[in-house]
C-alpha cells in the first residue's frame, strides 16, 4: 500500500475536524476535500479553521458534485449519530465506488435498528465495490471491540461486563450539555423521554458483542438514567449545583430469560470519579482489562477513523463491523 | 461459516493437549485426526490422555498419513518453537491445501530469522491455496497484537513499552525449569549461552510491533539476565533459596540510533509481585492498558489456537502475521 488513500471528510464538527487535521498529517492519505453544510466555512480553506497554514483544500458544501470531481477513494463522514439521515448517500457513494468511514454510531451494527438500511447499503457497496465501515471510540472501540477480541484468550465466556466512566468536567460543552449537566431532574426527563439525551450505539456495542460471542439472547434493552450531583461541580464551562443533573448513566443489556450475557455501563457526568474503560470477562479464565484514565473520545474517534483507512482501503466490498477487518492501528 | 472446521492437532504436549480438549469442546470444531511421536501416546483414545470418555480419535504418529487419509481443513501445529525444525512440515502440509495454525514462537513473524523459509512457506501456501499463521499469547497477544490495536486510538505514537509479568510459582514445573528457577548464577550462565534458557518469541514481537507501527528502528536486539531471589520462595514444585536464580527477565528493543522505539520487558520468576500484562504508549494521547494477574499461558495459547480458527478459515491464502486477520474471539 505505497499509494495515499485520497480522502474526503464530509461534516466539519468537532470530530470531522480533527478528522481533516489527522488526515493532513498523515503519510498515508491525502485530504483531496473537506465538506460541510455551513455556510460559515465555505469557501475558507480548511487549514484556516485548523488554524495551520493554508492546504489548498477549500471547504465545499456539495459532497457529491465533489466526489465526481475528485474522484476520492475514501469518504469520512462525521454527521450525524443516525443511519437514517445519511443512508442516502451511504448508498450513493458506496455505489460510485468510494470507500466509507463513519462515526454514525448506529452504522456501527445498522442492521440492528435499521435492517433494511443495512441491505441496501451492503448491496450498494457490492455494486460499487467498496467498503462502508461504521466505527469509533465509543461505539466502536472501547465497550464492543475491546470486549470481544479480549476473549480471543478465553477458552469459554459466559458473561461480558465493560464499564466506561466518563468525567464530562474535562469534556467540551457540548458534551456537557449532551449529558444534561445542569438541568434539574424535571428538565432531563422532559429532554430524555424526548430522545434528546444519552448516549446513541450502546444498544449496538451490546448486540455486537452478544452476536460476536454467539451469547444467547433474548432481548437488547437499553436503559437511560441522570446522575444527580451530590456536591456543587464545577467545570471550565459550566457550574453543576447539589442536587442538579450531573450527566448520565446509561446500561445496555443483552439478556437470556432475564439474566444478562452482556451489560455494558456507561457513565458519562461531571466529577465522576476514576474515569476509566474496562471489560470483565467471566468465563475460563476470568479476566479484566482496564485502561485508567479512559479513551478520550473526541480526539480518539478521529483518530480510530484515520486509523482504518488502510484496513477499509485493503477490505473485500460490503458493510462491515470492526470485527470483520483487522485491528486499527496508528501509522505515520 | 455453519460447517465445522475439521481439524487435526499435531503435537501432544501441555499446549496441544490443551487446544485438542477445547477442539472437542467447541461447537465450530471437529477434532479428526490427533498426532505425537511418543510412542506411550500411541493407539490410545484422545479422551483417555484429557481424562474424558472415548472420543473415537486415537493419536497416531504420522502426520502426514493422517492427512492423506482424513482431509483436515486445518492442522494445528503445537510441536516446538522453532521454526527451521517444522517448516518443511508447514511447506508440505500448506501445499496440500491444509491452512496451518502453530503455537512455535518463530512463526509470528517467520520473515525476521528466516526470510528464506517464510519466502518458501508463502510460496507454498499460495499453491495450496492455504493460510499460514503463527499466534499464542506471547507471542501472539499480550505483548504485540494488544500494543499494536491499542494504538488504533492514537493521532501519534512515539513509542511503545510492554510489560509482562509471570509469578512462575503459579505455573507448571517445565515453565519453572525454562526459566532456571533453582540454578546458581553459574548454572544459568552456561544454558543461556548455549541458547538453553529463555523466552523464544520476543525479537519477533518486538520486530512486528516496530513494523506495524512504522517506528523508524535500526536494530531489533534481545537481553536475557538472571532475577535473583532475595529470599526463599517456595512453589508446589520446587524451592528456590536465596541467592539461586528465580527465574529471568528478557527485554527486546527496537530502536534507532540507540533511542528505543519499542521495549517489551519481559519477566517470568518465582515469586515475581504484581504479575500483570500492560501496554504503555507514548503519544497524542499517551495511553496505557492493564490486564491485572495477566494472561495465563498455557490455557490461553491453546485458546487463541482455537479462537483463531475461523478467522484462518476465512482468510485469503498465504502465510500471514495476527495483525493481518480479524480478531480472535471465543465462541461456543
Chains 1, 2 share one sequence.
Not at 433494511?116 to 465509543?138: F, P, S
Not at 455494558?264 to 471489560?279: K, N, T
Request: hydrophobic letters at 45%; one cysteine or more.
Amino acid at each position: 500500500m505505497t499509494e495515499r488513500i485520497r480522502t474526503m471528510v464530509v461534516g466539519l464538527g468537532p470530530i470531522g475536524l480533527e478528522t481533516a487535521r489527522m488526515a493532513l498529517e498523515r503519510q498515508g492519505l491525502e485530504l483531496v476535500a473537506a465538506v460541510d453544510l455551513d455556510p460559515e466555512k465555505h469557501g475558507r480553506d480548511i487549514g484556516e479553521l485548523l488554524s495551520l497554514d493554508a492546504t489548498g483544500v477549500t471547504v465545499e458544501d456539495d459532497s457529491i458534485a465533489a466526489l465526481r470531481r475528485l474522484d476520492p477513494d475514501l469518504a469520512i463522514l462525521c454527521t450525524t449519530s443516525f443511519l437514517p439521515r445519511v443512508s442516502d448517500w451511504i448508498e450513493e457513494v458506496a455505489r460510485a465506488g468510494v470507500d466509507v468511514l463513519s462515526s454514525a454510531e448506529e452504522l456501527l451494527l445498522p442492521d440492528l435498528q435499521h435492517p433494511e438500511l443495512a441491505r441496501r447499503i451492503h448491496a450498494a457497496a457490492l455494486e460499487g465495490g467498496a467498503t462502508v465501515l461504521g466505527t469509533g471510540v465509543n461505539p466502536g472501540f472501547v465497550l464492543d471491540f475491546l470486549a470481544v477480541l479480549a476473549t480471543g484468550v478465553c477458552r469459554r465466556v459466559e458473561s461480558v461486563r465493560g464499564v466506561r466512566v466518563v468525567d464530562a468536567a474535562r469534556r467540551r460543552l457540548p458534551l456537557q450539555r449532551k449529558v444534561g449537566a445542569g438541568l434539574s431532574r424535571e428538565e432531563f426527563e422532559a429532554l430524555a423521554a424526548d430522545g434528546r439525551l444519552g448516549h446513541v450505539g450502546l444498544r449496538e456495542s451490546t448486540a455486537l458483542v452478544a452476536r460476536a460471542l454467539e451469547l444467547p439472547h433474548d432481548e437488547v434493552t437499553q436503559s437511560l438514567e441522570p446522575v444527580i450531583a451530590e456536591r456543587d461541580v464545577a467545570t471550565p464551562h459550566l457550574t453543576v449545583a447539589a442536587g442538579q443533573v450531573a450527566g448520565i448513566r446509561n446500561i445496555g443489556v443483552a439478556t437470556l430469560a432475564g439474566i444478562p450475557a452482556v451489560t455494558l455501563d456507561l457513565s458519562m457526568y461531571v466529577g465522576a470519579p476514576d474515569p476509566r474503560d474496562e471489560i470483565l470477562l467471566e468465563g475460563d479464565p476470568p479476566l479484566s482489562f482496564l485502561v485508567p484514565g479512559g479513551v478520550p473520545g473526541d480526539l480518539a474517534t478521529a483518530a480510530i477513523l484515520v486509523n482504518s483507512a488502510r484496513q477499509v482501503a485493503a477490505a473485500s466490498p460490503g458493510l462491515k463491523t470492526v470485527l470483520e477487518l483487522p485491528p486499527p492501528r496508528c501509522v505515520r
